[in-house]
């Protein structure tokens, strides 16, 4: 069932990206709070829609698909858009960005074959990382500076997505070493069908009919 509380929440970090698109376009000081604060709500509907379908066994096939999928547009979409207000480190972004479509890829193809991807203790902390990050650089020069000129709002948001670029480098790899591992097995064998020919029918219908 799609509308059940889990998957109304994994759908409303898909529905807060036009919000926080409008705000990073809006010339004021509010702007950047609203957008941070947003963002913020949004990455708590991501671990609350997982604690309530185990709490409510609410599970379903849909939920499993929207919920990596709503994580990857929100923060594809939020990257893309710091970079296009000069908010985000190029480099450091696209390496986010290429690491979510090859591991996106490597995920598709390992359910094909009915693998697992395996789940590395080090990629819960770059998304931890990636997420303050964003946050930091959501609120822009609205924020306060800790130690003029060097220790800003914009600065750590900047260090901390470069932490996150660098860790995204070192998980990439372990996933992409993983399916490889998986490549090199051989494909399981595919079972074909005998097909009936076609004369068979006609066989048949010749031994029912009755003698002329």
């Avoid at 109304?8 to 807060?16: A, M, N």
């Avoid at 509010?30 to 990455?43: H, I, S, T, Y």
């Avoid at 509907?45 to 709503?70: K, N």
């Avoid at 995204?168 to 790899?173: E, R």
Wanted: proline content about 6%; charged content about 20%; some cysteine.
């Amino acid at each position: 069932m799609i509308y059940n509380l889990p998957n109304i929440l994994t759908l409303s970090r898909i529905g807060v990206i036009p919000p926080l698109i409008a705000l990073l376009y809006w010339d004021h000081p509010l702007a950047g709070w609203f957008a941070c604060g947003l963002f913020a709500v949004a990455g708590f509907t991501d671990f609350f829609d997982g604690y309530f379908a185990r709490t409510r066994r609410q599970f379903s096939r849909i939920g499993r698909v929207l919920d990596p999928i709503a994580d990857k547009l929100l923060v594809a979409s939020v990257i893309v858009m710091l970079v296009a207000v000069d908010r985000a480190p190029v480099i450091a972004a696209l390496i986010i960005l290429c690491r979510e479509l090859m591991v996106s890829g490597l995920r598709e193809y390992l359910a094909e074959i009915s693998a697992g991807m395996p789940v590395i203790r080090m990629s819960k902390w770059k998304t931890a990382i990636q997420m303050i990050a964003i946050g930091f650089l959501l609120l822009g020069e609205a924020g306060p500076t800790f130690v003029a000129p060097y220790l800003t709002t914009v600065a750590i948001g900047e260090t901390l997505l470069w932490i996150a670029a660098a860790l995204t480098l070192v998980t990439g790899y372990a996933y992409m070493r993983a399916g490889l591992e998986h490549m090199k097995r051989p494909l399981p064998r595919v079972r074909r069908r005998k097909r009936r020919r076609a004369t068979a029918p006609i066989r048949a219908a010749r031994s029912t009919s009755p003698a002329a």
